[in-house]
């Protein structure tokens, strides 16, 4: 029997640039995808994600907590070591609250329903609320407040202050923002 050469199958990773509505198709696939994960399997991704990008909050309050750095550096570098947390959510394939509203895009074409998305959204959010409440219990217990003479705490205790002191609408619209840069990064 002839063996048959199977066809060339495309990269994974490329420099290929892609066209608007060839990166719509590829958003609306991955959204069909999220959303007919099974429960256990989104959840758990879910509780990853919240893991991972709080583990990029932690890498920022270790940067942001040295005294020697001015403000636009520390700034700077901590979002450059921030964005670690979302690499080990895109590289891990975790579902992240932010990025799965992208899933959106495949409910307005008619690929996903309503209730798809709306319980993809629930289980994700609450899967990236128990992610983060685990890595918070890990940091707690493990002293991690305590680095650099307490200052890795007092930076997530000012940082804190700091996202809910403005009133309702500021942080609305500085959500819309965030939310805005994670989805372009994914």
């Given at each position: 029997?002839?063996d048959r050469a199977s066809p060339p199958q495309p990269p994974i990773f490329n420099l290929n640039a892609y066209s608007p509505a060839e990166i719509e198709e ?161």
């Amino acid at each position: 029997m002839a063996d048959r050469a199977s066809p060339p199958q495309p990269p994974i990773f490329n420099l290929n640039a892609y066209s608007p509505a060839e990166i719509e198709e590829a958003i609306e696939k991955v959204g069909v995808k999220k959303t007919s994960l099974p429960f256990l399997a989104s959840l758990m991704l879910a509780v990853i994600a919240g893991g991972g990008i709080g583990l990029g909050a932690l890498y920022y309050t270790v940067v942001v907590s040295d005294p020697g750095l001015s403000f636009a550096t520390a700034r700077v570098m901590g979002g450059l070591v921030f964005s670690l947390g979302l690499a080990i959510v895109l590289v891990g394939g975790a579902g992240l609250f932010t990025g799965n509203n992208l899933i959106v895009m495949a409910w307005a074409s008619g690929h996903v329903s309503t209730k798809e998305m709306l319980r993809n959204w629930v289980v994700v959010y609450f899967g990236n609320l128990i992610g983060a409440v685990g890595l918070v219990v890990l940091v707690f217990f493990s002293h991690h407040l305590e680095m650099n003479e307490g200052r890795v705490g007092l930076s997530i205790l000012n940082t804190a202050i700091a996202k809910i002191r403005p009133d309702a609408v500021t942080l609305f619209f500085k959500g819309v923002l965030c939310n805005l840069l994670v989805c372009l990064a994914v």
